[in-house]
């Protein structure tokens, strides 16, 4: 713990709190922690985009994800060139 005073660097105790600052912190994380704690992060992350993406598709009609024409992402279907006047909104 650090009580928060400022004391010399060759300090061997601390002014406020009289502890002893030759002693090494209980505890460092390491690359093993490192590495542990990422992985739990990214097993959550994917578990709650899987879950959200079954919420959604479960949803009633106007809330369900929905296909995106090919005429919108023309980028996604190669197989199929559109146009430059083909790719504009419609007019109302």
Same mark, same amino acid.
């Given at each position: 713990m650090n009580c928060g005073q400022e004391n010399k660097d060759a300090a061997k105790a601390c002014r406020k709190c009289s502890r002893d600052l030759a002693t090494?912190?209980?505890? +460092?994380?390491?690359?093993?922690w490192h590495l542990k704690t990422l992985g739990i992060i990214y097993a959550c992350l &994917? &578990? +709650? /985009? +899987?879950? &959200?993406s079954f919420i959604l598709k479960s949803l009633?009609?106007? /809330?369900?994800?929905? #296909?995106?024409?090919?005429?919108?992402?023309?980028?996604?279907? #190669? =197989? #199929? /060139?559109?146009?430059?006047?083909?790719? #504009? =909104?419609? =007019?109302k």
């Amino acid at each position: 713990m650090n009580c928060g005073q400022e004391n010399k660097d060759a300090a061997k105790a601390c002014r406020k709190c009289s502890r002893d600052l030759a002693t090494p912190p209980a505890w +460092f994380p390491d690359g093993k922690w490192h590495l542990k704690t990422l992985g739990i992060i990214y097993a959550c992350l &994917v &578990v +709650f /985009y +899987f879950g &959200v993406s079954f919420i959604l598709k479960s949803l009633p009609k106007p /809330y369900h994800i929905r #296909k995106i024409p090919i005429e919108m992402t023309p980028w996604l279907g #190669k =197989a #199929k /060139y559109l146009p430059e006047d083909q790719l #504009k =909104a419609p =007019a109302k």
